[in-house]
């Protein structure tokens, strides 16, 4: 049971990047799921995060109208595409899953559960 995060590198500012999550031993069909990430020295950071169908998403201020959740339950992956990137994007990005309601806190890294190794992303001026 884990979850498989890739496609992070280096890029430049205003370039895109696509991040992907893939589970195995379990199905994302069953969570709803979010990605985070970390800077140096700071807290994990709420990214964006969908539920179980991939009928709702949320997003974080700082992403909102440049990054895009979305899952294909049938490939069980979960990605994240990364648009207009700013180097303080730049960051560990984490995938996690929760069996948490999705209207109960679903921003909270506490009420995830399975977390990812982390894919680093880094975006320079």
């Known amino acids: 049971v884990q979850l498989q995060a890739s496609g992070g590198g280096l890029v430049q500012a205003g370039d895109s990047l696509r991040l992907s999550c893939a589970a195995s031993?379990?199905?994302?069909?069953?969570?709803?799921m979010g990605w985070f990430r970390q800077a140096p020295g700071q807290e994990r950071e709420f990214v964006a995060g969908?539920?179980?169908?991939?009928?709702?998403?949320d997003y974080g201020d700082s992403v909102k109208g440049r990054f895009t959740i979305s899952k294909s339950n049938l490939k069980n992956t979960v990605w994240l595409q990364m648009n207009s990137l700013k180097p303080e994007d730049t960051a560990v990005y984490f995938c996690?899953?929760?069996?948490?309601?999705?209207?109960?806190?679903?921003?909270?890294?506490?009420?995830?559960?399975?977390w990812g190794q982390g894919t680093l992303v880094t975006v320079s001026s």
């Open positions: 996690a899953s929760t069996a948490r309601i999705w209207s109960a806190g679903i921003t909270d890294p506490g009420v995830y559960s399975l």
């Open positions: 031993g379990w199905r994302v069909g069953n969570y709803n």
């Open positions: 969908i539920n179980r169908s991939g009928g709702s998403t």
